[in-house]
């Protein structure tokens, strides 16, 4: 079936930069894109934005698209989200999903980052 | 403040139905699909609805969806107790020059 395994929780300074992995299975991994959001402890879910696993091509969300990059590796079907100069304010959940059907069909099941000194 | 507005909470009794509004506008729910995600603490979300009103296969038909203009609604008939989660509704949005996905705000169900 389709899993999306993602890399494990982290702890980071301000100012040090983060990269989370999101190792797909079960389904061809690059005709799907895929997205990351985030979710700060108690807050709504924020999407970051989402690359398209075929061609690489990225789109990141106007508040985060300084300090945000993806990439992925169509040999190891892994896809990943790195977050520079992080704040305390990064502290959240980060999650990816494959889009299908317009929906958010298959989740990674959470990478926790905390930011402080 | 989220694009899509959802009521903060609802609750209703076993057994009983609640339905959960998302608000948006022309440039998201008017114009895209919308989809519904019910998540329990601490876990990821989970899709209920995509296309507005279409369930996966795993989804009890206790769960439905519609869309009206700028409008959706998710629906849960036969209430459970394990139903008490958090909601929200998704889509894309188009009013900045790139498509980007838009979450509504959540909504906490309480089974009474």
Known sequence: ???????????????????????????SFTN?????????PGQRL????WINTALGKTVYSQNLQDRVTFSRDTSTNTAYMELRGLRSEDTAIYYCFRLYYNAAWDWGQGTPVTVSS | ?????????????PGQKVTISCSGSTSNIGNNDVSWYQQLPGTPPKLLIYENTKRPTRIPDRFSGSRSGTSATL????LQTG?????????????LDVRVWVFGGGTNLTVL
């Open chain 2, 1 to 13: 403040q989220s694009v899509l507005t959802q009521p903060p909470s609802v609750s209703a009794a």
């Open chain 2, 75 to 78: 629906g849960i008939t036969g």
């Open chain 2, 83 to 95: 139903d008490e989660a958090e909601y929200f509704c998704a889509t894309w949005d188009t009013s």
């Open chain 1, 46 to 49: 924020q999407w970051v934005g």
């Open chain 1, 1 to 27: 079936q389709v899993q999306l395994v993602q890399s494990g929780a982290e702890v980071k300074k301000p100012g040090a930069s983060v990269r989370i992995s999101c190792g797909a299975s079960g389904y």
């Open chain 1, 32 to 40: 799907f894109p895929i997205h990351w959001v985030r979710q700060a």
